[in-house]
């Protein structure tokens, strides 16, 4: 009878966790058009990737990272992360997976929203020999988003960053930054 006690309880332990997904746990989700890479056996069937954040960056974290790109500049960005830790992933063509190192939101006068995210490392175009270089050994994707919640997002490939006191740092041109986001959705499943 003893033995049957420890094999319910990790049953039980099994049938309780087996049914959440990563997703559940998201703070905010955007999803996305998939980019025209080659179909992948790993991407989603529904054609789109998403961005998962679990948690949004602070108004501290927002400042030390200004700080650190006018101080040191935008090469040292990554630094200024430190014991952060893990915000959020970006769910890429093949597989791929970016973790977010910074991610902030910013909603303007006209009631549309900015969406700044810092990825671990340069976003990698695979499936294109064109792809512009970036010198940082990390990724900004800067998205604009309409008020209902669609838009697009550009990427600091080809771009230079800056800092910025809104949002912590951004793609110094938007309009020449390669748009590789597009169709992006605001998935209002997220909790604010």
């Known amino acids: 009878m003893r033995a049957h006690v420890p094999i319910g309880l990790a049953l039980l332990t099994m049938l309780a966790v087996a049914p959440m997904s990563a997703d559940m746990f998201a703070a905010d989700r955007f999803?996305?058009?998939?980019?025209?890479?080659?179909?992948?056996?790993?991407?989603?069937?529904?054609?789109?990737l998403?961005?998962?954040?679990?948690?949004?960056?602070?108004?501290?974290?927002?400042?030390?990272?200004?700080?650190?790109?006018?101080e040191r500049g935008p090469e040292k960005l990554l630094d200024a992360f430190g014991e952060v830790g893990r915000l959020g992933t970006l769910y890429w063509p093949g597989g791929l997976e970016y973790t977010i190192e910074y991610a902030w939101r910013t909603q303007r006068p006209d009631g549309s929203t900015d969406v700044v995210l810092v990825v671990d490392r340069p976003l990698w175009m695979w499936w294109s020999s064109s792809a512009p270089s970036t010198p940082y050994p990390f990724a900004v994707v800067q998205m604009r988003l309409a008020k209902d919640g669609a838009g697009d997002g550009r990427v600091s490939l080809g771009v230079p960053v800056a800092a910025d006191k809104t949002l912590g740092v951004v793609l110094t041109d938007f309009a020449k930054a390669p748009l590789v986001l597009a169709d992006v959705r605001h998935d209002q499943r997220g909790t604010h």
Do not use: C, M, Y
């Open 31 to 48: 999803t996305f058009a998939r980019p025209a890479a080659p179909e992948s056996t790993v991407d989603p069937k529904s054609g789109r």
């Open 50 to 70: 998403s961005v998962d954040i679990d948690r949004w960056s602070t108004a501290a974290e927002r400042d030390h990272l200004v700080a650190t790109i006018t």
